[in-house]
């Protein structure tokens, strides 16, 4: 893709691997993860580079990666000019990377670099993607774990994709996946499902989530439901589909019991009062209205993504992007460098 910086691995090299960490006010985390990753990926004997992806943070994050970029040439900075959320971070990754492989990572610690060997593994196997799916449910609510369970659910049908249940962003694809990722430029991004969607040949491995390390999480029931919605409504259209059979059958029973009042008042006509006064109308109006509520909402919802797609902004801004390597000096320009506000389209 035109614009893209495309840099160069430790040496000059393409490294193997890339790990893209997005990341929002974590500065008590950057630091023991970069260490985790270092002595995880030195065991292994590869080249590899470590992209934090800063997302607007508001604390001294940006600070403890460059501060980390002293003793860990590795390490490169992108900062976005505002929080643009993670899916755009993660993006801003996926424009960014030279490795054959990427891992993606959350800075608050709960995801262990220690799994990265499994992953390597798998893929050197020939699997084109590795999920990492959280096994252990401590520390999750049950009305949380419930919500989760339901969402997979319904998200694998009616959008048509299927995701591995409980599986994160956490995980391994090989850089022809990242590739299909980094033509997919939609507004509204969910990444799980788009790279079930994209194919490839997929696994997964279990893992324990470790309790958060630092700062608090930013997942808050709204942000979850606005994620799950554009999970399932930016991948298919089985909603209005199914709001439409429901519209075909209230008319149908709604028709039903016009007849049934029909007959009556024409038989019966001393009892067909009885039992179908105002309250079954107002009762009727009621649900007839709800519906029509519901289906303009929906409408709504796809017609606003068509509108926030046709504007053609960009995914994200780039504010900085930075690397410490003696052979990607150039990276470091000035902030407002054609090359640097771009979202890679």
Known sequence: MEGLWQGSGVGGASPELSVIVPMHNEEGSVGLLAERIRRVLDAEGITYEVIFVDDGSTDGSVAAVERLA????????????????????????????????????????????????????????????????????????????????????????????????????????????????????????????????????????????????????????GRLVGYAMDGILSFSVRPLRLLGLLGGFVSAMSFAYLTLVAILRIGWPDRAGAGFGYASIIGMISLLGGFQLLGIWLLGEYIGRIYEQSKGRPAYIVREDRAWRADAAESSRPVGHPSRITDAA
Not at 78 to 89: D, I, P, T, Y
Request: aromatic fraction near 10%; charge should be positive; hydrophobic fraction near 45%.
């Open 70 to 221: 002293r003793t860990m040439a590795e390490v490169r900075l992108v900062r976005l000019a505002r929080n643009f959320g993670k899916e755009a971070a993660m993006l801003a990754g996926y424009d960014r990377v030279c490795g054959r492989a990427v891992i993606v990572l959350d800075a608050d610690l709960q995801q262990p670099p220690e799994l990265f060997p499994e992953m390597l593994a798998r893929w050197r196997s020939g699997y084109d993607v590795v999920h990492a799916v959280r096994a252990d449910t401590a520390g999750i609510s049950r009305i949380r774990r419930l919500a989760s369970s339901a969402f997979y659910w319904v998200n694998g049908q009616l959008a048509g994709v299927r995701i591995p249940a409980h599986a994160a962003d956490f995980g391994l694809m090989d850089r022809a996946v990242v590739e299909v990722l980094r033509q997919c430029r939609e507004q509204h991004r969910f990444n799980r499902a788009l790279v079930a969607w994209a194919g490839f040949r997929n696994t997964a491995i279990t893992y324990n989530a470790a309790p958060r390390h630092a700062g608090r999480t930013h997942w808050s029931w």
